[in-house]
Nanobody, 122 residues
Framework: QVQLMESGGGSVRAGGSLRLSCKHS????????VGWYRQAPGKEREAVAN????????TYANSVKGRFTISQDNAENTVYLQMNSLKPDDTAVYYC???????????????WGQGTQVTVSS
C-alpha cells in the first residue's frame, strides 16, 4: 500500500519560490507516478506535475511549464516540486498523489497525501 507524506508550502509574494516535498513508501520495482494536484477554492482539482520513479520522466500542466520543476531523490524516496515565479493564481491546496498507472494518475490517483496550503499574494 502506497503512503505519502507531504511537507513544504506556505505563503510567498508573487514572483517568489517555494518547494514541496513528498515522501513515499510502498512502491514496487516497477515504480510509481508521483506528483501533485492542486485545488483552489471554488475551482476544480487540477493535475500539476508528476514524475515516474524509475524512468524519471516528468509531465507538467501547461499552466506551470517553465516555472515548476519536479525532481526526485530515490535514495530518500522523496519527490520534490520546486515552484518558481509564483503567481496569485497558483494559490491552492497542493496534494501529493501517486499511482502505478499514468492513466489512473491522470484520472484519479489511488494514493493521496494530506495536502498543504500554498498562498501567493500580489
Amino acid at each position: 500500500q502506497v503512503q505519502l507524506m507531504e511537507s513544504g508550502g506556505g505563503s510567498v509574494r508573487a514572483g517568489g519560490s517555494l518547494r514541496l516535498s513528498c515522501k513515499h513508501s510502498g512502491s514496487t520495482n516497477l515504480g510509481l507516478y508521483v506528483g501533485w494536484y492542486r485545488q483552489a477554492p471554488g475551482k476544480e482539482r487540477e493535475a500539476v506535475a508528476n514524475i515516474h520513479t524509475v524512468s524519471f520522466h516528468p509531465t507538467y500542466a501547461n499552466s506551470v511549464k517553465g516555472r515548476f520543476t519536479i525532481s526526485q531523490d530515490n535514495a530518500e524516496n522523496t519527490v520534490y516540486l520546486q515552484m518558481n515565479s509564483l503567481k496569485p493564481d497558483d494559490t491552492a491546496v497542493y496534494y501529493c498523489a501517486a499511482d502505478k498507472s499514468f492513466t489512473t494518475w491522470a484520472r484519479g490517483p489511488g494514493a493521496w497525501g494530506q495536502g498543504t496550503q500554498v498562498t501567493v499574494s500580489s
